[in-house]
């Protein structure tokens, strides 16, 4: 079959959609899966070139078409730049206007009569590539940014231009979609997967520098983040970093002084700051993100910018009684909030159709008591559990089966390795160490426990066809699902037999996306379908040249 692309803008549209969508995934779901991240384009054609008058990535199966806008279009887009006289005026024009056909691009998506619910949306600036002005659209989950408190507060306020950055998942976005703009940038555009921690260790930066410089002024702070990352990484004979330092400006009235310091150490000097921190037991250290100026009794105020130092590399920016940012082991995050228990009951029955409602609400009574548990701990669900505690009684303890309440649970998983049971609750093995085969869906920012659950999930899939459902409790009390259960699954799925000749046809190119990128290809194609998402096939090859 004949490759075409119907509202042509280049030749590689369509790669770049999808890699930037990959790309999305890696960095949002270090946050959390269910943000559900997406991209489609939206290109204008310019003045002087023919062609349809909007085009949009993809072109078909998607919720928004490029006739839709093109009705809408002409009474909505920008008008034509102005004539100029000088290349100053030029490129402050080419500037104002970009800003308002991003605007424009932003209206039309949200007043499209096919509008997804549950989605935000966020336009980049657009840049222009062959004859179009192409703008990237990143969508998120509506309710999961509201869960970590960026809600309709910030509608429309992602890209501000005054450097106020105020919450993680809006440096994230900015960071993102200015990365998109920079790789539209590229001639003959092609994307390339882009490094989801690095992108988010440079959002956390940016934002813990905003915020620091939005409460003292001070354009100095810069480098805070890395200050902070030192500092929470440093020992003082012997005894992790704890304590608090209070954000203000040096000169800020309503600061009361136990301690002042007749010469201000910089924070760069983390030896000295960190035999400070050790005096702030029942009192605050005060920073202006530069220096630290003394120590402050404890105050009760919500409203000042506060880091708490939490242990070993472990720290936290806090503001007005909620968490702006935490850092652990270097690994830039904000705090899970508890996981939902219809979902869990859904995801438990998705795994396993054939529960009954008793048998659910044992299981969601197990998972809860493991979950507040203050101790690393897994619990293995499998329809296989009888006959893997077999198989693995070298590397565990085989029991009697046995029915388990909520309290023995706690009790049989303080040990190492984890806990064996079937869908009715009942164990057959503890302490249990998990085998499995290697897979490119680890985490490397995750624990050894983490990662062996997913490796013994997709040895449980592929070796034996069995469905399973594993809890992970770290050591620090966060609680994973394998699968993730936050993700919504659409009722549609593309069907893997469907696309198999597809693949073939697709590596058969030199200028492959997927060249060096085959399991991600892999994981694109399989997964299920969301808005942004909804692939055809016919989408997946490369554009014509």
């Given amino acids: 079959m004949a490759d075409t692309i119907k509202n042509f803008m280049w030749g590689y549209q369509r790669h770049f959609r999808l890699t930037m969508s990959l790309s999305a995934e890696k960095l949002f779901h270090l946050i959390d899966p269910a943000l559900s991240p997406g991209i489609f384009l939206v290109g204008c054609r310019t003045a002087d070139s023919a062609g349809t008058a909007v085009a949009v990535e993809p072109e078909s199966n998607f919720w928004l078409s490029a006739e839709e806008l093109e009705i809408r279009w002409p009474e909505a887009r920008p008008g034509p730049l102005a004539p100029v006289t000088d290349a100053a005026s030029e490129g402050a024009d080419i500037r104002k206007w970009r800003r308002s056909m991003r605007q424009t691009v932003k209206e039309l998506i949200d007043t499209s009569k096919n509008f997804p619910a549950g989605r935000r949306y966020f336009v980049a600036t657009p840049v222009e590539v062959g004859h179009y002005w192409v703008a990237a659209v990143l969508g998120l989950d509506a309710a999961a940014l509201k869960t970590y408190g960026y809600g309709v507060a910030e509608e429309n306020t992602v890209l501000t231009h005054d450097g106020r950055l105020e919450f993680l ?18 001639p003959d555009p092609f994307g390339n997967i882009l490094p989801g921690s690095e992108l988010l260790r440079t959002a ?17 702070s810069n480098g805070f983040y890395e200050h902070c990352v030192r500092l929470s990484s440093a020992f003082y004979e012997r005894t992790e970093a704890a304590g608090t330092m209070v954000v203000a400006d040096r000169d800020d009235k309503n600061i009361n002084f136990e301690v002042r310091f007749g010469d201000p150490p910089h924070l760069s000097d983390i030896r000295k700051a960190r035999k400070l921190l050790q005096t702030a037991n029942d009192f605050d250290l005060h920073t202006d993100g530069a220096n630290i100026y003394g120590l402050l009794r404890r105050s009760r105020s919500k409203s000042r910018l506060k880091v708490n130092f939490l242990g070993h590399r472990q720290w936290q920016i806090v503001r007005g009684g909620r968490v702006l940012l935490e850092v652990k ?57 009888a006959r893997e505690a077999k198989r693995l009684r070298f590397q565990a303890t085989p029991i009697v089966r046995k029915k388990l309440a909520s309290a ?14 079937n869908p009715r609750g009942i164990a057959f093995a503890i302490g249990v160490i ?28 592929t070796e034996y066809k069995l ?33 198999y000749e597809e693949i073939a046809d697709l590596t058969r190119y030199g ?18 379908l ?8 016919e989408q997946m090859r490369p554009g014509r040249e």
């Fill in 169 to 186: 998942l809006q440096a994230m976005i900015e960071i993102f979609l200015s990365r998109a703009v920079s790789e539209l940038g590229q």
């Fill in 408 to 421: 023995l649970l706690e009790n049989l998983s303080t040990i190492d390795g984890a806990v064996l049971v």
């Fill in 530 to 537: 969301r808005p942004e998402r909804d692939i055809d096939i």
């Fill in 467 to 499: 469905a399973s459902f594993i809890v992970v409790v770290s050591d620090d009390g966060d609680t994973s699902f394998l699968p993730n259960f936050n993700v919504a699954t659409p009722e549609r799925v593309i069907a893997p037999e469907q696309l």
């Fill in 511 to 528: 200028k492959s996306l997927f060249a060096r990128h085959d399991s991600d290809m892999i994981k694109v194609l399989f997964e299920p």
């Fill in 329 to 385: 082991y270097d690994e830039p995050g904000l705090p899970r909030p508890p996981y939902n228990k219809e979902q869990l009951a859904a995801a438990l029955l998705r795994s396993f159709p054939t529960l009954r409602p008793p048998q659910t609400e044992n299981l969601l009574r197990l998972i809860d008591g493991l979950a507040t548990a203050r101790h690393g701990a897994m619990l293995v669900i499998s329809e296989g559990a």
């Fill in 204 to 220: 956390a930066s940016q934002l813990v520098d905003s915020l620091v410089f939005n409460a003292t002024g001070q354009y100095e």
């Fill in 434 to 461: 998990l085998d499995g085969v290697a897979t490119s869906n680890g985490n490397t920012a995750r624990g050894a426990r983490y990662n062996s659950a997913i490796r013994y999930q997709e040895y449980l899939r």
